[in-house]
């Protein structure tokens, strides 16, 4: 089946250390997204791709890094850069279609700083 | 930073009431989509809206975009027990990347 494969779902990670938070997609979408969940919250955008090689800057890219170097896939790495990372971060990708993009969410990773 | 703005931040009715969401972007949007998370899942899209003035329903919900292209609501009609959750606008600005409201989170008491 088509979809948005996230993992893992639940990660804990040790202060100092950078993870990655693996995101891979089989629906042919150029565009992928990577959102941030804070309890309660709403979604804040991280990093997108409009297209292999070539991502943007977000509203909190701070203490954060992606790649995109297949159309498949979009890993984020949370450096420890980043001052609070626990949160639920969503993965998502785009098609374009002529009337407009929508975006289809992975389950997400719970990511906890221990 | 955030440019859809999307209010209330809450909202709790007692089952059968009517509830309604909105959400207002400073600039004009391509369109407009809806998504609805439920505790503890991912946001599913609901809806998709791209021209002016445009409704359009889903059962007992009815989505509405502003004459404008910078407004929307969502009115769910007698709210049931399944429809807790938490709903997400989300526009796009400017065709590069698309931006959620914070979304409203909706509690129903049966």
């Known amino acids: 089946d088509g979809g948005i494969t996230q993992s893992p779902k639940y990660l804990f990670r040790k202060e100092g250390q950078n993870v990655t938070l693996s995101c891979e997609q089989n629906?042919?979408?150029?565009?992928m997204y990577w959102y941030r969940q804070d309890p309660g919250q709403g979604l804040r955008l991280i990093y997108y791709s409009q297209i292999v090689n070539d991502f943007q800057k977000g509203d909190i890219a701070e203490g954060y890094s992606v790649s995109r170097e297949k159309k498949e896939s979009f890993p984020l790495t949370v450096t420890s850069a980043q001052k609070n990372p626990t949160a639920f971060y969503l993965c998502?990708?785009?098609?374009?279609?002529?009337?407009?993009?929508?975006?289809?969410f992975g389950e997400g990773s719970w990511l906890t700083v221990v | 930073g955030q440019q859809v703005m999307q209010i209330p931040q809450y909202q709790h009715v007692q089952e059968g009431e009517d509830f309604t969401t909105y959400c207002n972007s400073s600039t004009t949007l391509s369109n407009i989509q809806w998504y609805k998370q439920r505790p503890g899942g991912h946001p599913v899209f609901l809806i998709q809206?791209?021209?002016?003035?445009e409704v359009k329903k889903q059962k007992r919900l009815t989505f509405q975009f502003g004459e404008a292209k910078k407004n929307s609501s969502l009115h769910i009609t007698a709210t049931q027990t399944t429809d807790v959750g938490t709903y997400f606008c989300?526009?796009?600005?400017?065709?590069?990347?698309?931006?959620f409201g914070a979304g409203t989170r909706l509690t129903v008491k049966p």
């Open positions: 998502a990708s785009t098609s374009t279609g002529s009337s407009g993009n929508t975006i289809y």
């Open positions: 989300a526009g796009t600005p400017n065709n590069n990347d698309m931006r």
């Open positions: 809206l791209v021209k002016s003035g």
């Open positions: 629906l042919n979408h150029d565009a």
